[in-house]
């Protein structure tokens, strides 16, 4: 494999280098020396501490494009973070110019009785370091992995955030080869192992920027890694969670909701994202979450 077909985005192109350490300060990670699992983790970590889970663009009325420059100057240059499509097509990008072979994956995400959601529900990374060791990268889950996975590994995997398990997937729903993700003992998402193009996840991510039945378009949240937690806004509620626990206090004036965003997450704003009305206020599976925050 040649450095270009490292290089390459879906569409063939390549980061200019200006771009790559534009992305590099936005996470505060230094250009790493090879593509090595270190280097890996370090910026796995790095970019869920500085890069938010968020859907402020579907509440804005902002166009989400699946377009890998686009999304890279998202959350590069306009300092934005995303949901899964977006974070984790920046995120491979990053990568696969810092010398890792990147392929995007599918997966569904599991309810808490094992049902899977649509096809194309959620977008993972297949990473391949400089030894040839395939990882499972996802900076776009919210509440997940610290580290990425050896996607290959089907022992106990340690993390900060549990123990996690990749394991065949179980139940009539899971096609062969698939495989399911599981952190302490419940299954995540179903995930599929065949490379996929952007492209390909067109429809999913529609469905989850438009449709009443999607999470996303029933609340705002915006959630990132800490070091001793999480921290997030869910509406106009500000969570901080750690060891020590949860508090949560209200954002009850539109200046402080606005603090919050630029204080806690970089996040300038002129309009405020608001639910549309008839969506609701859902409630999700957990704090800063794919499947709510």
């Known amino acids: 494999m040649t450095d270009h077909d490292r290089s390459a985005g879906p569409t063939g192109a390549v980061l200019p280098d200006g771009l790559v350490d534009t992305y590099l300060r936005r996470i505060g990670a230094e250009r790493p020396a090879r593509p090595d699992a270190g280097a890996l983790r ?33 959350v ?71 580290r990425p996975l050896l996607l290959d590994a089907r022992g106990e995997q340690d993390d900060p955030a549990g123990t996690f398990l990749i394991r065949s997937a179980d139940g009539p729903d899971g096609a062969a080869g698939d495989l399911d993700v599981v952190r302490d003992g419940v299954p995540r998402y179903r995930l599929e192992p065949r490379p996929r193009r952007l492209a390909d996840f067109t429809a999913g991510a529609w469905y989850h920027r438009t449709s009443p039945d999607s999470h996303f378009t029933r609340k705002v949240i915006c959630s990132r890694l800490t070091g001793d937690g999480r921290i997030s806004i869910s509406d106009r509620r500000l969570l901080r969670t750690s060891a020590g626990g949860r508090t949560e206090r209200r954002l009850g004036t539109d200046a402080e909701l606005r603090e919050a965003y630029r204080d806690l ?19 999700g599976a957990g704090d800063g979450g794919e499947a709510g925050a």
């Open 42 to 74: 370090e910026l796995h970590l790095r970019h869920l501490r500085t890069v938010p889970f968020e859907n402020l663009s579907i509440h804005l009325g902002e166009e989400i494009v699946l377009d890998e420059r686009a999304l890279v100057d998202k």
């Open 76 to 146: 590069a240059v306009a300092r934005r973070g995303g949901f899964c499509y977006e974070l984790n097509t920046a995120f491979g990008a990053l990568l696969r110019a810092l010398g890792h072979r990147v392929e995007l994956l599918q997966a569904r995400v599991l309810d808490d009785r094992g049902r899977p959601g649509i096809p194309y529900d959620h977008m993972a990374l297949l990473v391949e370091t400089g030894d040839g060791t395939r990882w499972l990268a996802d900076v776009g889950f919210g509440d997940h992995s610290h």
């Open 265 to 283: 997450f970089g996040i300038v704003l002129d309009a405020l994202p608001a639910v549309r009305e008839g969506n609701g206020g859902g409630s």
